[in-house]
């Protein structure tokens, strides 16, 4: 889920694993199909948001998921749980799911920083962060300088759960 240009789902491939990629973008699913048919792996892509998982009709149930990036962060507490229901309806009993973010409460909270400034060489990136205490949710702006001085800004936003949160989505959606 969310494989974006596949690393993951190419490794898997090149490794046995029969594979479909799902992102909600299409120019991503294009890299990975030419990564794909470059390296001589089926790899299955799926144009889809992590979000409408529910109306998916797959032809048999996957023996497997997996969702890394902090892909899962950019859902709310109840868009993740609906996501993850309906993927549960998608997986064979007893099929693994692994999940991968650093947004978990105990692993984020603690290097919080309102700033974080990096430079190397002639790149520069700084990330102005907020924590909305309410909303469990990170919302910031990226400024990114490259070596021609050309600025790019992007704003994010990422919700937090902490580790008990997340198992209790998973456990609730079977």
Same mark, same amino acid.
């Given at each position: 889920l969310a494989c974006g240009s596949g690393?993951?789902?190419?490794?898997?491939?090149?490794?046995g694993f029969a594979v479909t990629g799902v992102d909600i973008s299409g120019p991503e699913l294009?890299?990975?199909t030419k990564a794909a048919d470059k390296k001589k792996l089926d790899i299955?892509?799926?144009?889809?948001?992590?979000r409408a998982l529910a109306e998916w009709e797959v032809a048999k149930p996957f023996d497997g998921a997996f969702c890394f990036g902090n892909s899962i962060? %950019?859902?709310?507490?109840?868009?993740?749980?609906?996501? +993850?229901?309906?993927? =549960? !309806?998608?997986?064979?009993?007893?099929?693994?799911?692994?999940?991968?973010?650093?947004m978990v409460a105990e692993s984020f909270l603690p290097t919080f920083h309102d700033q974080i400034e990096?430079?190397?060489?002639?790149?520069?990136?700084?990330?102005?962060?907020?924590?909305?205490i309410e909303e469990s949710r990170v919302?910031?702006?990226?400024?990114?300088?490259?070596?021609?001085?050309?600025?790019?800004?992007?704003?994010?936003?990422? %919700?937090?759960?902490?580790?008990?949160?997340?198992?209790? +989505?998973?456990?609730? =959606? !079977?």
């Open positions: 690393r993951h789902a190419l490794g898997l491939a090149a490794g294009a890299r990975l299955k892509t799926v144009e889809r948001d992590m962060s %950019y859902l709310s507490a109840d868009e993740l749980s609906d996501m +993850l229901t309906a993927l =549960a !309806g998608k997986l064979a009993v007893g099929a693994a799911l692994v999940l991968d973010t650093s990096i430079k190397a060489a002639d790149l520069h990136l700084v990330i102005d962060n907020d924590y909305d919302i910031g702006d990226y400024t990114f300088t490259d070596a021609a001085g050309v600025v790019t800004k992007q704003r994010y936003a990422r %919700y937090c759960l902490t580790t008990r949160e997340l198992i209790g +989505l998973v456990e609730d =959606a !079977g």
